[in-house]
């Protein structure tokens, strides 16, 4: 399996718009950041997780001419914003997959309704086939098994999924012992790691690597990072020998 970071930035990506924090000055490729998204690929298959309003650039960045479904975590717009970009996929394949529980449906209904529409169709709109899935239901996805994570992004819901030996985890603030016990033995983590303050809904770094020490997975990386996290290379230099930033166009094997 291989895993594709495609971006790695908090909402409003790295470099803000006219911003003149340090970070976003930078010249270092490593700190400009899109916002977070994962391409998963194995054999024949490509799912991507979330589909921000970058998705478009990272599709022709990594040259993905395939798109086999989009896996949501939840509904705020730096993670959905790009759906409306699945269109070449649609327009090739036909209706794309997209699973997520019953609020991020209900909201990209909202938002883009003319996706969702099952009459009188504008002519050249993207079509979905959706999924809906439940916590502790585990569902299939190519061929394998995807099982969802609960947390809470403060009072938001919040799905996480391990796929095999990779589990990714984003606007993460709060999860339960019986879904932590869900990532016991995962190999490569995916968690995010805002910023080194304290967040009213995020994880900061800190509150990260001690949820990294308690799932204890071979190797983490972080993400969802924002420029008040610092410079990725001081930062990359600070962490535990297993944990490192991540950063966009990774790729990792599983």
Same mark, same amino acid.
């Given at each position: 399996?291989?895993?594709?970071? *495609?971006?790695?930035?908090?909402?409003?990506?790295?470099?803000?718009?006219?911003?003149?924090?340090?970070?976003?000055?930078?010249?270092?490729?490593?700190?400009? @950041?899109? /916002?977070?998204?994962?391409?998963?690929?194995?054999?024949?298959?490509?799912?991507?997780?979330?589909?921000?309003?970058?998705?478009?650039?990272?599709?022709?960045?990594?040259?993905? &001419?395939?798109?086999?479904?989009?896996?949501? %975590?939840?509904?705020?717009?730096?993670? %959905?914003?790009?759906?409306?970009?699945?269109?070449?996929?649609?327009? @090739?394949?036909?209706?794309?997959?997209?699973?997520?529980?019953?609020?991020?449906?209900?909201?990209?209904? /909202? /938002?883009?309704?003319? +996706?969702?529409?099952?009459?009188? @169709?504008?002519?050249?709109?993207?079509?979905?086939?959706?999924?809906?899935?439940?916590?502790?239901?585990?569902?299939?996805?190519?061929? *394998?098994?995807?099982?969802?994570?609960? %947390?809470?992004?403060? /009072?938001?819901?919040?799905?996480?999924?391990?796929?095999?030996?990779?589990?990714y985890l984003t606007d993460?603030? &709060?999860?339960?012992?019986?879904? +932590?016990?869900?990532?016991?033995?995962?190999?490569?983590?995916?968690?995010?790691?805002? @910023?080194?303050?304290?967040?009213?809904?995020?994880?900061?770094?800190?509150?990260?690597?001690e949820l990294v020490d308690?799932?204890?997975?071979?190797?983490?990386?972080?993400?969802?990072?924002?420029?008040?996290?610092?410079?990725?290379?001081?930062?990359?230099?600070?962490?535990?020998?297993?944990?490192?930033?991540?950063?966009?166009?990774?790729?990792?094997?599983?």
């Amino acid at each position: 399996m291989k895993i594709t970071f *495609l971006g790695t930035g908090t909402s409003q990506g790295i470099p803000v718009i006219g911003s003149n924090h340090p970070v976003c000055l930078s010249k270092n490729p490593k700190d400009k @950041r899109l /916002r977070v998204s994962v391409l998963i690929s194995w054999k024949n298959y490509n799912y991507v997780i979330d589909c921000g309003p970058d998705f478009r650039q990272q599709m022709l960045t990594n040259k993905v &001419t395939k798109l086999d479904g989009i896996l949501f %975590t939840h509904e705020h717009a730096d993670h %959905t914003a790009g759906i409306d970009d699945i269109r070449p996929f649609f327009f @090739r394949q036909g209706d794309i997959p997209v699973f997520a529980h019953e609020d991020v449906i209900l909201s990209l209904k /909202r /938002r883009f309704d003319y +996706i969702f529409a099952d009459e009188n @169709r504008y002519p050249g709109a993207p079509a979905v086939k959706v999924n809906l899935i439940r916590n502790n239901e585990p569902f299939i996805i190519g061929d *394998l098994p995807a099982i969802p994570i609960e %947390t809470y992004h403060n /009072r938001l819901k919040v799905y996480g999924y391990r796929i095999g030996d990779f589990a990714y985890l984003t606007d993460v603030k &709060t999860i339960s012992d019986e879904e +932590i016990n869900k990532l016991k033995g995962v190999k490569v983590l995916s968690l995010n790691a805002l @910023r080194i303050e304290p967040h009213h809904s995020h994880l900061n770094l800190k509150e990260a690597l001690e949820l990294v020490d308690i799932i204890k997975p071979e190797i983490a990386y972080l993400s969802h990072i924002s420029h008040y996290l610092g410079f990725h290379d001081e930062v990359e230099e600070k962490l535990p020998k297993n944990v490192h930033l991540a950063y966009d166009n990774l790729v990792v094997s599983v």
